[in-house]
């Protein structure tokens, strides 16, 4: 379970009374890319086709969510807190993209901790990566 202090986030240890079914946070962004494409063939659905940059943003909501059952009378209990929970406020990204035809494979590294600095926390680079399908008409 998942506790804001004034300096830090901290892990509280499980406690028997409670089930925790829920415990995560959630954050949305705004993001601008700023990519470079080099492409073997004019067409967008053809060839191979490589793109590096880097994709921006600025948080502009976000919340931590907790839902749990208390043994004692089995009821859930639902917490929702709004805010940034010790998030950066900011994001700044590297991507790059490879990919042929319509299928393209991409990775994206974050530059910045994830979390803010002021904040006793760990420092937390995300990596995403993933598979694009894309159909062009």
């Keep these: 379970v ?9 892990v509280l240890p499980s406690d028997p009374q409670f089930v925790v079914k829920k415990n995560h946070v959630q954050s949305v962004y705004l993001r601008v890319p700023v990519m470079l494409s080099l492409r073997t063939e004019p067409a967008c659905d053809e060839g191979l086709h ?10 502009i909501g976000g919340g931590y969510v907790r839902e749990y059952v208390e043994t004692d009378n089995a009821s859930n209990v639902y917490a ?22 319509s299928v393209s494979a991409f990775t994206e590294f974050s530059l910045r901790p994830m979390f803010d600095q002021n904040v006793s926390t760990p420092k937390v680079y995300p990596l995403t990566f993933g598979l694009i399908f894309s159909t062009y008409d």
């Design 50 to 59: 490589l793109e590096a940059g880097v994709v921006g943003g600025v948080r």
């Design 2 to 10: 998942l506790v804001q202090t004034e300096d830090a986030i901290e």
């Design 80 to 101: 929702d807190k709004k805010g940034g929970f010790g998030l950066s406020p900011f994001q700044v990204n590297g991507r790059l993209t490879v990919g042929y035809e």
